[in-house]
């Protein structure tokens, strides 16, 4: 119920003459609802907020803890190595121990009881809380506790959730306790207990997740010699989003690092034998472990579709939205969780950061009354510590033919990477030259790689990808760290927008100024 209060009154005096433990913990009614406590909804808060200064904002998310930075929790080493000893032994800083290192805006928030009588507005946070249905049609939902709130304008910004293995799956109990699943911090903190006790440990999926993870776990047990299997079904690292030759150029680089890496393999039993988990394997090995982790990809957190009668697609999954990221009257969807229909590039669903960040910002404009359709290209980046990183525009899937450009590295370029190189012969290189290598789609036999004419040096460069000679989609090949990362990113964008068509790449390839630092 609102408020009134006389103008005389201050915030202040109204807040002191409550008593709160009267009040309700779930408002009954808010103008703005987000479901979901992540950074989409996050954005989408900012966004009303600055379209509307008082909106009244209830965010309900089922998870312990006020949006903080996901992507942080497969690059934990590589945060919090600025704050380890000289040996890197013993973390020197006690912030390790709670969230502040991945917490975001920390401050905004409000107990959810006190939105209705805030004359100001704001953002009332309900935490540990799930929304188990969405009545569309009087605007209601219903949370886990039975509490029922109404509300004006609502936007479904639910992420996904790990799948699991097969195999997995349907394990016994004892191979079941030694299995994460990650996608939160408590997953994290879970982990990050087993592997103490653990010599080895077997990562389940060659995808960002897995390859993150592989890593970031080879370097936390480094003084233990943690040894860390990677199992997955594809020729190399990432091969969903890179051609070939940069998949195998990345599980080389792994291999080299320390990462036991298995491709082109399958679980087909699961154990425990010994007080290990065996894993049979389907290239005819049997490998021992203490721990394993699956990143097998995500599906989205669809299961409000039902009481909402909300259409979800066949291909992507996801809620189906339009440009606006509407999929009903007053209801919105944003972020991994979210269909939508890109102009530009067509129908797709994004599992990514940036994205559920700008169509977050899209949906809470449109919510308070802005009609503004998906035209921003989002990007999104990947860093594994010690073999790569590279940030991507638009549509990066392996099964489209793609056209790449790298740098040839400097004569006198003998940077800290060339230890884990896979293969150099600096004398061919020269300075003012690019070299370029064109993939086509990956089911066509009859591969064209007429221009794979030197050696293999993809050190910094820039990948295409083309849909019927368009570029829909680029890549920035360990380009970050060099000057104009942002403004390249912006030229991606442009020549997507712009329909580049049946161009010589390697001239397009010069408006990235590769060779800039
Ligand atoms: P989420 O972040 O998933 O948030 C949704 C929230 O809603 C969750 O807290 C969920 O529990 C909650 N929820 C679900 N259903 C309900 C319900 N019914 N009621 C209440 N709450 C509900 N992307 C990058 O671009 N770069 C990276 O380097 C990167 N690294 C990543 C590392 C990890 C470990 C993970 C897991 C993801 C990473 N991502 C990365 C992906 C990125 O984190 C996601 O794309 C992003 O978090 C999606 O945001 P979202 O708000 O759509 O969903
Ligand atoms: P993903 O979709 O990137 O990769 C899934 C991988 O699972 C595939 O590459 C494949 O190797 C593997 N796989 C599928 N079935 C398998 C099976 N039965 N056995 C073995 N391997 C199997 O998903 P992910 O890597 O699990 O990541 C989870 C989510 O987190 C995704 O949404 C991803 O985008 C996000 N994420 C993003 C980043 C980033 O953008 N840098 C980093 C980490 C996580």
Same mark, same amino acid.
């Given at each position: 119920t609102e408020t009134n209060q006389s103008s005389s009154e201050t915030q202040e005096d109204v807040e002191e003459e409550i008593n709160w433990s009267q009040v309700a913990d779930v408002p009954s009614y808010v103008p703005y609802l987000l479901i979901g406590g992540g950074v989409a909804s996050l954005e989408a808060f900012k966004a009303i907020k600055t379209k509307e200064p008082n909106a009244k904002v209830l965010m309900v998310g089922d998870e312990d803890y006020i949006p903080y930075d996901r992507t942080s929790l497969s690059k934990e080493y590589?945060?919090?190595?600025?704050?380890? =000893?000289?040996? =890197?032994?013993?973390?020197?800083?006690?912030?390790? *121990? =709670?969230?502040?290192? @991945?917490?975001?805006?920390?401050?905004?928030?409000? *107990?959810?009881?006190?939105?209705p009588y805030s004359d100001r507005g704001g953002l009332g946070i309900l935490k540990g809380r799930k929304v188990l249905s969405l009545d569309v049609t009087n605007k209601t939902v219903t949370l886990d506790n039975g509490s029922t709130i109404r509300f004006d304008k609502c936007l479904i910004a639910t992420g996904g959730k790990p799948k699991n293995d097969t195999v997995l799956s349907v394990a016994e109990d004892e191979v079941k306790n030694r299995t994460t699943l990650f996608r939160n911090y408590d997953d994290l903190n879970r982990l990050n207990e087993s592997i103490k006790k653990c010599q080895s440990v077997a990562v389940i999926g060659g995808g960002f997740?897995? +390859?993150?993870?592989?890593i970031d776990l080879l370097y936390k047990g480094v003084n233990t010699n943690l040894q860390v299997y990677q199992i997955f079904p594809e020729k190399g690292n990432m091969a969903k989003v890179l051609p070939d030759y940069l998949s195998e150029w990345i599980t080389n680089k792994m291999k080299r690092v320390g990462v036991d890496v298995i491709t082109e393999t399958r679980l087909e039993a699961a154990q425990f034998e010994d007080g290990k988990v065996s894993l049979k394997l389907s290239n005819g090995k049997? @490998?021992?472990?203490?721990?394993?982790? %699956?990143? %097998?990809?995500?599906?989205? =957190?669809?299961?409000?579709?039902?009481?909402?009668?909300?259409?979800?697609?066949?291909?992507?999954g996801g809620f189906r939205v339009n440009t606006e990221l509407q999929a009903r009257?007053? @209801?919105? $969807? $944003?972020g991994d969780c979210a269909c939508f229909y890109d102009a530009k590039l067509g129908r797709r669903r994004v599992e990514h950061q940036d994205h559920a960040m700008i169509t977050g910002r899209l949906a809470g404009f449109n919510m308070a009354g802005e009609k503004n359709a998906y035209t921003h290209q989002s990007m999104f980046w990947s860093t594994i510590p010690g073999v790569n990183e590279y940030e991507a525009v638009g549509l990066s899937d392996s099964r489209l033919q793609t056209f790449s450009v790298f740098r040839k590295?400097?004569?006198?370029?003998? &940077? +800290?990477?060339? &230890? %884990? *190189?896979?293969?150099? &012969?600096s004398n061919k290189s020269t300075k003012d030259s690019l070299q370029s290598k064109q993939e086509s789609t990956k089911n066509n036999s009859d591969k064209d790689l007429s221009m794979c004419s030197?050696?293999?040096d993809y050190n910094y460069g820039i990948i295409f990808y083309l849909r019927n000679n368009e570029v829909v989609g680029i890549v920035l090949w360990n380009l970050l760290g060099y000057s104009s990362v942002s403004d390249r990113l912006n030229i991606a964008r442009q020549v997507i927008a712009s329909g580049v068509k049946d161009q010589d790449l390697t001239e397009v390839a010069k408006l990235f100024n590769i060779y800039a630092k």
């Open positions: 590589l945060v919090k190595r600025f704050w380890m =000893n000289e040996d =890197n032994k013993e973390m020197e800083r006690k912030d390790t *121990e =709670n969230m502040d290192w @991945i917490t975001m805006s920390k401050g905004l928030y409000m *107990e959810a009881k006190k939105l997740l897995g +390859s993150e993870l592989s049997v @490998i021992t472990v203490d721990h394993v982790v %699956v990143a %097998v990809g995500i599906q989205p =957190n669809t299961d409000l579709a039902d009481s909402a009668q909300l259409e979800l697609d066949d291909k992507y009257s007053d @209801i919105w $969807a $944003a590295k400097y004569p006198s370029e003998d &940077d +800290s990477k060339k &230890d %884990v *190189e896979p293969s150099e &012969d030197l050696e293999d």
